[in-house]
Structure formats: C-alpha cells, structure tokens
C-alpha cells in the first residue's frame, strides 16, 4: 500500500501553502505506515536522494523509442513543462490505460531498495524493458514518484525543519533533540527511523553529530537602545559555516548544510587530529591568504567546495583556513548552556594551549576569530563600513549572555551586513540582450519567495562576466518552462545575490518594494532555492534602513 | 504557408475576416458586422454596428453588457446569406451558446471551430461535428501532455478536497461563466452536500442559465462577509480575478483552489499561488483537437489560439492532410 500512501502525501504536502497542514499531514503519514517506509519517506522529502539513476534526457528518450513518440515533440512538452518527470508521466496518461497492475500494492521500501537499484546491474536493453514494465504495472498516481527518483529529481516543499517538527510532535520530544539526530548521512532503514523515534535518548549514538547550527538574524534598530558592552562583535565571514566535531579521537566536518565535507578539505581533518583534547567548534572555512592575513574571494572557496579528494597541488593553491567562532563541547562536557562570554573565555585557553604547541601546531589551518571592540554605537558602525577592506561582509553581533540554541533564535544573534543592501534572490526570468549582447538571455528577473511562492522583485543587467553570462545563457536556454516573446519563464533553480541602493514601499510592483540600481553582485551557485531571501526580509530591511 | 490573400476567410489585424461577406469574427476592435462565437469577454469587443450569434449567446451578453448592442439571433443550424455567403452557426459545447461558424460560398466550405470541446457538460449543447473543406481550428491546449480526466472523476476530488478539510472554508476559483455553472452543475452530483455560495458575478451567471432552461443548482450569493464564521465546511465559488487582494484577507481558514486546464503543469500549478489545482477545462485536449481534425474530414487545416506549431508539424507529419501555418497578413 505504501507506495500509493507516499504519493497521496506527495499530492497533499504538495496541495498545501500552511506549515501547520503539512506537519499534520507528515504526522499521519508516519503513524500509518511501516518504520521501514518512514524511514524512506524522510529520506527522499529531506533531499538527501539526489542519486540520478537514469538522466531527464535518457528518460525522454526512452518513452519516445517505446512509443514510437517524435521526439521533438516530447522535447517542445518539456520546454513548456520544465520537468523530464513530470513531462512523461504526463505523457504516459495517453499509454498505460489498460493492463494488468502487478505493481500496484509495490512498497515505497521495495522500490526503492530492490527495484531501482536492481536497474543499474542491467544491461541497457533490459533497463529500458525494465522501466517499460514498470510503467504499465505501476497505478498511474505513482508514475510522478517513480519518474522523479528515477532522474534524481525528487523534491517537495519540505524542510528539514518541517520533518523535524512533525516527528517531535510525534513523540513529545525537543525539536532540537530530532535535528540532531536527523542531521547528516542518515540512511534509511528500519533502525535509522526507530532511532529518531526513539523516546529515550543516547548520547553515544549522537557522537559523531554535529549540534544544531544557530543563526543569525538581520540586524535590528532596537538594539541600539543596549549597551554596547552587552555585545561580543565579530567580522562576518563570507565562507562555509562549519563545525568540527572531534570526538574519541575522530574527526568530522559538517557544513551547515548538513554535509560531511572530511573528503573536501583532508588537511584539515588530518592536522585536527593532532589535537589531543575532544571538541566540538562552531566557525568559518575560508580560502586564506596567509600573506594579507585576510580571506580570498568567495569564488576561491568555491574551486574547494564539490571537489573531493583534492591534489597537494590544489591544497597548496587554495589554503585554507578554519577560523573558530566557538566551543560548543570539551572533552565530552557540553557546554552550549553557558553563556557566550564564558565560551570565549574557554574557547581562548584551548586555542592557545593547542597553538603554543612545538609539534603538530594547528595554527596554519585554523586560528581563533578575533573579536571587534567599538567604544559605542557609531563606533560600530565605523567597523561595519571597514568590513569590505578585510573582504568581510560586516559584522555579526553576539549578546555575550547568550547560550547556544538551535535555528534562527529571535534576540541573540545579529548579522549586521555591509551596504549595499544584499538579498539573495531566485532566477525566473530572462530576456534577450541587445547591441553586443544581442543573441544572449542577458536581462534577468529575480524573486523572493512569500509562503511557497517566487514573487518578482527586481531585475538587472549587470555584474556577471562575459564567461558566466554565457554559462547562464546556456542553462536559460535548456531550462525554459515558457516563452512569452523575447521572455523566457525559468526553471527556478538558481540563486544570485543581488545588491541595490535603496529599497522603498511601491504599490505598483506585486511584490510591494521597489529597490534602486539593482545589480548581480555573486552567482550564489552554493545556495539552493529554498536559501534564497523572502520578502518579509527584504521589509525587514527596508524597516532597518528607515 | 498561410491562408492566401484569395481565401475566404483570412486573417487580418489580428482577426479572422470574410472579405466577401465583409464580416469579422470576434473582432477586438469596433467594425461594420460582428460574428460572436460565445460571451466570453476577449471575444466580445463593444461598438460593432451589427452583431449575429445564437440567441443564448446575445441572451448572456446582454446581461453581461447591457441591452444597449444590436444582435440579430439565430439558431443552431439556420442558415442565413450575406453577400451570397451561406453562414450558420453549430454547437462547439464550450459553453452555454457557444458556437463554430460554418460559411458556404461556390460550393466551398469553411468551419470556424470557435472554443470548442467534446468533453460531457450537462450545461450547454454538446459539440457537433460539422464536415468542412477547410478548417480553422483552436488549439489552446495542443501539447500531448494535456489529457482530461473524466469530469466526474475530476468534481468527486473536488468534493473530496472540501469534505476532507470541514474546519475549513473551500475557495474554489473559476470563470464565472460556463465554468462555474459547469462545477456546479458536477458538484452537485458527488458526495458533497454541504453550502455552495456563489461570488455576484457568478451568481448572475447562474441565474442567466437557469432563465435560458438550464438546471442549475442553487446557490447562495456571497454578500455581506458578517456570515464568515457559517462558511466553514462550504464551498465559494469565485472567478480568479479576486485571488490575488485584500477579497480574500475577509475569510479566515480558507483553503484556495483553481480549477483550469493550465493546472495540468505543475509549475504553473505552484506559481498560481493557489493551494491546489483542479485540472478542468472547457476546451479540448490534445486528442479532442485530432479527433475534430479527423472527423471534420477537412483537406485544409490552420491553428490559432495556442501552440499551433507543435500541432502543424505533427499532422504535417502524417502527411494526412494538408496543414498550413497560420500567419498573420500584413
């Protein structure tokens, strides 16, 4: 029955804009079916299936050769539909009506751990007879599903966040004790889900696991009204945001994205090893320039990020750098309970006992974050308007009496960003250039997401090289969901950071701001969709300036 | 290719004209002579001298726009000439009244498919197929990714999606005419047996139909928003234009739907804003199109109204008929 459940959940989680609807939705889902199919379902709604099986391309055709489809036109469908999934599941509408349903009572477990998988030992004549069969003995509601975790495709507008929430209401346990445990490479089996069920909770199973990440938020006026003495002021790093564990001797790097990363950066793990002492350190991973004592563009860091197992070579020319913000546990005590300032103090002795080491010295790969001390306000502001010269991107604003929570906690953190005004946007427009860029999507639209939708709220034309705008023009071009004229309506998948000037109310735009001098500033090729800024931030900003 | 200059009928400043007749059909500005294939808005344009369609059809533009137009009526079937040019109007089930337009001129015949579909709908005059030489066909969903369910399939989850959320009151977004009398008509069928309220402009609709004959269920308007707290459970029908505003900040628990051929794509689905999507049109699907294509045995066919491309290439293909593109004449 599970498979047909899971694409009911899929239709309902997918029907619904309320955050409270859809954890009711998951929370049924969980108490109706078997640990095994749970277990499934969070790995696939978490995004951590991105495994591409068969490519949208191979897919469409696949159906076009079974068929006896034109392929042309499959593809002119897929321009308007923007999806290979989606496209031939709605295509197969027209092919699969009647036959017999062998498939029908298929469990999400059974597809996903032997009939999938079973495909890549196949030669390629049998896969594609293979998939053929499946189509015509899979119930039609299912086809989505099936076509989706066949091209690596699936994705729904679940958070983590939203997993979590459902499942600590499930069982009357902290949030935060679910994030934990559903942090990083969680693999789907019948122990992975009654260990997140799990009602008591063991510490030795959470050992490898970074904490939850806590975050800042946009920096408000209100605090001005403090003593600035409150504060502990840092540079806003503009690098991967990471923790280190070390415990019982073992090294993990997790990146706030929820990813292990040791692979990426071995020196690291490698020279983190020598540290006698167990830790768990809350900080930055940047490219660093070791002469300048400053960090290098982010661009740098990005030819480290997808890399795994980097040369000498590359490790020579990228250095990088773990600069740490805090210490969230020592030799196995967790100290995230006691206030920030007391941290420091903590965090200070350790790094210097580990520095002032003879051997295996670690102060070539990571340092401790120095701390800002303005005299007041202004002063600060001084500071901030400095950051751009230390390629930071301002300052972030810590009350020293706070504890370590998880998320984006109201009141602790700032990030107190630098002007321009910056907010990462979604790409869902292009236009045609003209004159020298005739012939290229040159003009873009950006949006900002309000509930599940992208509204437009800018558009710009410059600040991309001549490489990335034809990167860009290539994706635009096979990425179109529809055409409008010269407009090309986009597959939003892409991220910019888009800097402006000023940012007012307007009413004659949709999204009910209008900013001035809009600019791409970066390719955030980092960030997901669902990272990008929302309006209410963009207000938020606006309500900050004025 | 394109319709040449001694056709017919030809395509001029955006609009299909008979020259012999010299007669426009749902022209987008003011001429002399009028042919309106139904009374939906974008096919309607005010300051025509004449205006000729079926009598449903003058019936609801008049209520829509007031009885200050000029329309001659006709029936389904009945022929009348001008300038020696046969022309009779012939049901295309789009909506109440909606029509294709045949013309006979030297033993030559054309068919305007007008908005057409072949789908069920108790609420107007099933499409009739009508043999022609040449065809102008509509072709708004001519992609094979577009395939309607069966309507009642499609009005038992709408019934479903408002029954399964009783806390909550059901927005349901739709043209006010045809559409709505349609769902109404479907939705009175399923399970659902709760209150239906209808926005004014859809519940002049309904009244509109039921005076031309037509059974529809009644409804309650939607007036003043002091009855907010009785709507949960129930179903309000709207048309799309009140889904974006401050309308619907009145409602509170509300869940939104539209019901359209457009739902189909998900994409477009999630970009629309509304919580779910209904996939119903009343125009035809990509096998509707062929099948009229076929029926109709025209030797001569052009798409507008849509991706005519896609739909010309692939009969061109087949090598069955002769399809020409349809350009613009300038």
């Known amino acids: 029955m599970s498979l047909n459940n899971f694409s009911e959940l899929f239709a309902d989680l997918d029907a619904s804009n309320s955050t409270n609807n859809k954890i009711e939705v998951l929370k049924s889902f969980?108490?109706?079916?078997?640990?095994?199919?749970?277990?499934?379902?969070?790995?696939?709604?978490?995004?951590?299936?991105?495994?591409?099986?068969?490519?949208?391309?191979?897919?469409?055709?696949?159906?076009?050769?079974?068929?006896?489809?034109?392929?042309?036109?499959?593809?002119?469908?897929?321009?308007?539909?923007?999806?290979?999934?989606?496209?031939?599941?709605?295509?197969?509408?027209?092919?699969?009506?009647?036959?017999?349903?062998?498939?029908?009572?298929?469990?999400?477990?059974?597809?996903?751990?032997?009939?999938?998988?079973?495909?890549?030992?196949?030669?390629?004549e049998e896969k594609n007879l293979e998939i053929k069969g499946i189509w015509e003995t899979l119930p039609e509601d299912n086809h989505l599903i099936f076509n989706k975790i066949l091209t690596g495709t699936f994705r729904v507008g679940v958070s983590i966040g939203l997993i979590t929430k459902s499942i600590s209401r499930l069982i009357n346990i902290d949030e935060e004790i679910i994030s934990h445990r559903l942090m990083g490479n969680f693999k789907p089996s019948i122990d992975s889900y009654e260990f997140l069920i799990n009602k008591t909770i063991n510490i030795e199973e959470l050992n490898s696991k970074p904490f939850p990440f806590l975050l800042a938020n946009n920096f408000e006026d209100k605090i001005f009204k403090h003593s600035i003495n409150d504060f502990?002021?840092?540079?806003?790093?503009?690098?991967?945001?990471?923790?280190?564990?070390?415990?019982?001797?073992?090294?993990?790097?997790?990146?706030?994205?929820?990813?292990?990363?040791?692979?990426?950066f071995p020196e690291l793990v490698e020279k983190m090893a020598y540290?006698?002492?167990?830790?768990?350190?809350?900080?930055?991973?940047?490219?660093?320039?070791?002469?300048?004592?400053?960090?290098?563009?982010?661009?740098?860091?990005?030819?480290?990020?997808?890399?795994?197992?980097?040369?000498?070579?590359?490790?020579?020319?990228?250095?990088?750098?773990?600069?740490?913000?805090?210490?969230?546990?020592?030799?196995?005590?967790?100290?995230?309970?006691?206030?920030?300032?007391?941290?420091?103090i903590e965090l200070e002795k350790y790094f210097s006992k580990w520095h002032n080491k003879t051997e295996n010295n670690i102060s070539d790969i990571s340092k401790i974050c120095d701390l800002i001390s303005p005299k007041d306000w202004p002063d600060a502001l001084t500071y901030k308007e400095k950051s751009r010269e230390n390629n930071t991107e301002g300052l972030i604003i810590k009350k020293k009496t706070s504890i370590y929570s998880s998320g984006r906690k109201k009141g602790i953190w700032w990030k107190y960003k630098v002007d321009p005004m910056q907010l990462d946007a979604v790409l869902i427009y292009a236009k045609g250039g003209s004159g020298r860029r005739a012939g290229l999507y040159t003009d873009y639209s950006f949006a900002l997401w309000k509930d599940q939708e992208l509204i437009k709220f800018a558009s710009a034309y410059s600040g991309l090289t001549n490489i990335e705008i034809k990167e860009l023009d290539k994706w635009i071009r096979k990425n179109t969901i529809e055409k409008f004229g010269p407009v090309r309506s986009l597959k939003p998948e892409m991220v910019f950071e888009i800097s402006f000037e000023k940012i007012q109310i307007s009413k004659r735009h949709k999204s009910g701001i209008a900013v001035r001098f809009p600019r791409i500033t970066k390719w955030r090729k980092d960030k997901k969709i669902n990272d990008a800024d929302s309006l209410e931030n963009a207000f938020e900003l606006m309500k900050k300036i004025s | 290719m394109r319709i040449k200059q001694e056709d017919l009928i030809r395509y001029k400043d955006g609009n299909l004209y008979c020259e012999l007749a010299n007669i426009w059909i749902d022209p987008s500005k003011p001429v002399k002579r009028a042919l309106i294939t139904h009374a939906h808005f974008d096919h309607f344009t005010f300051g025509c001298e004449e205006y000729f369609s079926t009598y449903e059809t003058a019936i609801i533009l008049k209520e829509r726009v007031g009885d200050n137009v000029k329309i001659k009526t006709f029936d389904y079937g009945e022929e009348f000439k001008i300038n020696g040019i046969k022309i009779s109007f012939h049901p295309s089930g789009h909506i109440l009244g909606s029509s294709q337009i045949r013309f006979i001129f030297a033993e030559e015949k054309w068919l305007i498919s007008g908005d057409f579909k072949l789908q069920k709908d108790e609420t107007c005059k099933q499409h009739e197929i009508v043999k022609t030489d040449y065809l102008i066909s509509e072709c708004t969903f001519g992609l094979p990714?577009?395939?309607?369910?069966?309507?009642?399939?499609?009005?038992?989850?709408?019934?479903?999606?408002?029954?399964?959320?009783?806390?909550?009151?059901?927005?349901?977004?739709?043209?006010?005419?045809?559409?709505?009398?349609?769902?109404?008509?479907?939705?009175?069928?399923?399970?659902?047996?709760?209150?239906?309220?209808?926005?004014?402009?859809?519940?002049?609709?309904?009244?509109?139909?039921?005076?031309?004959?037509?059974?529809?269920?009644?409804?309650?308007?939607?007036?003043?928003?002091?009855?907010?707290?009785?709507?949960?459970?129930?179903?309000?029908?709207?048309?799309?234009?009140?889904?974006?505003?401050?309308?619907?900040?009145?409602?509170?628990?509300?869940?939104?739907?539209?019901?359209?051929?457009?739902?189909?794509?998900?994409?477009?689905?999630?970009?629309?804003?509304?919580?779910?999507?209904?996939?119903?049109?009343?125009?035809?699907?990509?096998?509707?199109?062929?099948?009229?294509?076929?029926?109709?045995?025209?030797?001569?066919?052009?798409?507008?109204?849509?991706?005519?491309?896609?739909?010309?290439?692939?009969?061109?293909?087949?090598?069955?008929?002769?399809?020409?593109?349809?350009?613009?004449?300038?």
């Not at chain 1, 806003?236 to 929820?258: A, E, F």
């Not at chain 2, 109204?305 to 399809?323: A, F, Q």
């Open chain 1, 30 to 124: 969980f108490l109706s079916n078997k640990p095994i199919d749970n277990s499934w379902a969070i790995y696939l709604l978490t995004g951590k299936s991105n495994k591409r099986f068969i490519s949208g391309k191979y897919l469409r055709n696949l159906f076009s050769q079974i068929y006896e489809y034109p392929q042309w036109l499959i593809d002119t469908c897929y321009l308007k539909v923007g999806d290979s999934a989606e496209v031939i599941t709605l295509l197969l509408k027209n092919k699969t009506t009647s036959r017999n349903k062998k498939l029908s009572n298929i469990s999400l477990n059974e597809l996903l751990s032997k009939k999938i998988p079973e495909l890549s030992k196949l030669n390629e």
């Open chain 1, 232 to 264: 502990q002021f840092e540079w806003k790093y503009d690098g991967i945001r990471m923790q280190i564990i070390k415990r019982s001797g073992n090294v993990s790097l997790w990146t706030r994205g929820q990813e292990l990363v040791n692979e990426s």
């Open chain 2, 145 to 330: 990714i577009f395939k309607w369910d069966e309507t009642n399939k499609v009005a038992n989850d709408i019934s479903k999606w408002i029954t399964n959320s009783p806390e909550k009151t059901s927005l349901l977004f739709c043209y006010s005419l045809g559409k709505a009398q349609r769902l109404l008509n479907e939705i009175s069928q399923t399970n659902f047996k709760g209150n239906i309220y209808s926005h004014g402009s859809i519940y002049k609709m309904n009244n509109c139909y039921k005076e031309l004959g037509i059974d529809i269920k009644d409804t309650i308007k939607i007036e003043n928003k002091k009855k907010i707290d009785e709507l949960k459970g129930s179903l309000i029908l709207l048309p799309p234009s009140l889904s974006k505003g401050s309308y619907l900040k009145s409602f509170k628990n509300i869940q939104t739907a539209f019901a359209s051929g457009w739902m189909t794509i998900r994409a477009l689905r999630k970009r629309s804003g509304y919580d779910k999507g209904f996939v119903i049109s009343d125009h035809a699907d990509w096998d509707g199109i062929l099948e009229v294509v076929k029926k109709s045995e025209a030797k001569n066919v052009f798409f507008h109204h849509g991706d005519s491309e896609s739909l010309t290439k692939y009969l061109v293909e087949k090598k069955s008929i002769n399809v020409r593109f349809f350009e613009e004449q300038i």
């Open chain 1, 275 to 344: 540290v006698k002492d167990d830790f768990v350190l809350d900080g930055e991973l940047l490219v660093w320039n070791f002469k300048e004592k400053i960090a290098f563009d982010f661009s740098f860091l990005q030819k480290r990020i997808n890399r795994k197992s980097p040369t000498r070579s590359i490790q020579i020319k990228y250095p990088i750098i773990f600069i740490a913000y805090d210490l969230l546990e020592i030799n196995g005590r967790d100290i995230r309970e006691i206030k920030l300032e007391n941290r420091r």
